[in-house]
């Protein structure tokens, strides 16, 4: 979250810096955008070199995401297995 908030500083510096160059009182015209909103992404924690668990609950396009694969590799799987039985049946 706080790399979230740090860019989203860094983006209302710089249009203050554009607008006016950091003086005082420059700023006061300057449109800001919207407030900061946080958004839940997930948690991660690492249990090793090559290990981590992961909760995605709240990423709603992550999950949506990993759903799309399930039905990708499923479909793989699918073609794969049917191919391969199409060459069995050949042999007989």
Do not use: W
Request: with cysteine; aromatic share 8%; proline share 1%.
């Amino acid at each position: 979250m706080a790399e979230r908030q740090g860019k989203y500083l860094a983006s209302l510096v710089n249009r203050i810096g554009e607008a006016g160059g950091g003086r005082a009182n420059t700023a006061k015209g300057v449109d800001l955008g919207d407030p900061f909103v946080y958004r839940h992404l997930g948690q991660m924690a690492t249990l090793g070199r090559y290990k981590a668990l992961v909760d995605l609950r709240q990423s709603k396009v992550i999950i949506m995401l990993l759903t799309l694969l399930k039905l990708m590799l499923l479909a793989t799987f699918v073609l794969q297995d049917t191919y391969f039985c199409t060459l069995n049946s050949r042999q007989y």
